[in-house]
């Protein structure tokens, strides 16, 4: 029996400064992804909902009674998880269609990632899980703790500025390709050295923005998803690793161990190993995750990835073309699900002006304390 | 997000002046902040208390230019040293210019309130590594 799962419905809002709810952007989201799977909702059976305040009031206002729900905690290396999570429910049989539904509003909330928070903000503005030996130190901030890592990879490998602002300047010449990136305007490496220290050795662009925004997923079985107007995209593998212990302070390894784990596992799992990746969706929260994304996949050498972007490889029509919509640094910040729709798109060959020719298997990563990734591909 | 871990013993060290860490005292692994099950031999609540050295060398150091909470004005640096004993931990630096890779030796403000641990370059340095 054919147990393979494939994406048949997209939706997403508008990214950006929208004064709107989490939930209201999600329910946006849920409304276009069904209508783009043409389906109703007493035929989604599966309802796994991300960053949403209440479940319940999204499934209620949309007549969704699922035989499985599932509701994670906001954290954006919970994407991954919940694909992988929706994909085995599906494969099990315990349902046989599943929305994955996703809002976020932390541009209306006033989100700053670094100024504390409490009740349900707490988990994008709290800091490690023990404050008492953090907070007396004002390291408030998840981009202070990307800045250590990066200073850390500086000392061990020499990587310079110029290459990791190649990352900013790579993806806002992708985003100038994309119509619903939040920036699209020119982005030199001058102007990326211009710009000023947030958390030094990080600048301005090496943040990710901070915006309001959902995005939806359909899940079904392959045997369904023929029946469905768009092309399967599939879910080919996907794995996580977490590094928790200790995870108030940067690995030692920059995640290489667990993004090699996790990368070994999709290639098995799918019988495509690297070099069938068309293109790849790396999380980029902060512009060194993609450095050491690309050398734990095993993409670069230790310590080369920095030059490696800065030679063009992740750029459009280069070795690896990444964040082909501008990612999270130029596109909106999701928390890995605007990548996850930008590689469906890239694999319905929606992808317009930025459409990597020919797509059929493409990779989202992240690299975080739950490492994960997810292999998507049209069939062979 | 915000899970309680006994650090009461770190910080009531600091406020006399002592860095105190912790290890599992059963297999001697290090860890701090000490842990409910330990890590490796699975002892719980195992984790003995001890008086570092202070020494070590700065694993890598960050410079705040935002200021993100009014008690912590920028510029400021934030670093993550591991001690000699094994631990690392996050503090501050009496020179932000300390360069990554070296050896250091802890400075305690007991008066500070909360306590704090600043480093300082080790001119001893024996205990680099
Ligand atoms: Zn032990």
């Known amino acids: 029996m054919d147990t393979s799962v494939a994406v048949v419905g997209l939706g997403s809002t508008a990214y950006g400064a929208l004064g709107r709810r989490a939930d209201d952007l999600a329910g946006e989201a849920l409304r276009a992804a069904l209508a783009d799977a043409r389906l109703v909702p007493g035929e989604v059976d599966g309802l796994l909902t991300h960053r949403v305040d209440s479940y319940e009031a999204l499934a209620a206002e949309h007549g969704l009674d699922p035989a499985w729900t599932a509701a994670l905690p906001p954290e954006g290396r919970m994407t991954g998880p919940a694909l992988q999570l929706a994909a085995t429910a599906l494969r099990a049989g315990q349902c046989h269609t599943v929305a994955l539904v996703y809002g976020n509003d932390s541009r209306t909330r006033g989100a700053t990632y670094g100024s504390g928070g409490s009740g349900s903000t707490a988990a994008g503005e709290g800091y490690g899980t023990t404050p008492a030996l953090l907070a007396p130190y004002g390291m408030t901030s998840p981009g202070a703790f990307s800045a250590l890592m990066l200073a850390r990879h500086r000392y061990r490998y020499g990587t310079t500025e110029r290459q990791l602002g190649a990352v900013a300047t790579t993806w806002r010449a992708h985003a100038r390709l994309n119509p619903a990136a939040m920036r699209r305007d020119v982005l030199t490496v001058d102007d990326y050295l211009g710009a000023r220290f947030v958390v030094e050795p990080l600048r301005l662009f090496d943040y990710c923005q901070i915006n309001d925004g959902g995005v939806a997923v359909v899940l079904t079985t392959l045997d369904r998803a023929r029946d469905r107007p768009h092309v399967p995209v599939q879910v080919l593998g996907a794995a996580q690793r977490a590094r928790l212990t200790g995870s108030d302070l940067p690995p030692d390894d920059f995640w290489a161990g667990a993004l090699g784990e996790v990368g070994r596992a999709v290639a098995r799992a799918s019988g495509r190993d690297r070099d069938a990746v068309d293109a790849l969706m790396v999380y980029d929260n902060f512009s060194p995750n993609v450095l050491f994304t690309l050398e734990g996949l095993g993409w670069c050498a230790p310590g080369e990835a920095g030059g490696w972007v800065e030679d063009g490889h992740a750029a459009l029509g280069g070795t690896l073309p990444c964040n082909t919509s501008g990612g999270q640094l130029s596109e909106g910040y999701l928390q890995g699900w605007a990548l996850v729709a930008e590689a469906v798109r890239q694999l319905r060959g929606d992808g317009g002006a930025r459409q990597v020719p020919g797509a059929r298997t493409i990779q989202y990563a992240c690299a975080a304390p739950v490492t994960s990734t997810v292999l998507f591909g049209r069939e062979a | ?129």
């Open chain 2, 1 to 129: 997000m915000h899970v309680s871990r006994t650090v009461s013993e770190h910080v009531e060290g600091l406020r006399r002046g002592e860095l105190r860490v912790s290890r599992c005292g059963a297999c001697g692994v290090p860890a701090f902040p000490p842990p409910r099950l330990c890590p490796r031999c699975g002892a719980a609540d195992a984790a003995t208390w001890f008086t570092a050295s202070g020494r070590g060398v700065l694993w890598s150091v960050a410079v705040f230019h935002r200021t993100y909470l009014p008690e912590h004005p920028a510029p400021y640096p934030v670093a993550v040293v591991e001690l000699v004993e094994g631990p690392r931990l996050v503090a501050t630096l009496t020179d932000p210019t300390v360069p990554v890779g070296c050896a250091v030796i802890a400075e305690i403000d007991a008066r500070a309130d909360p306590p704090r641990i600043a480093f300082r370059p080790d001119d001893h340095e024996g205990a680099a590594r």
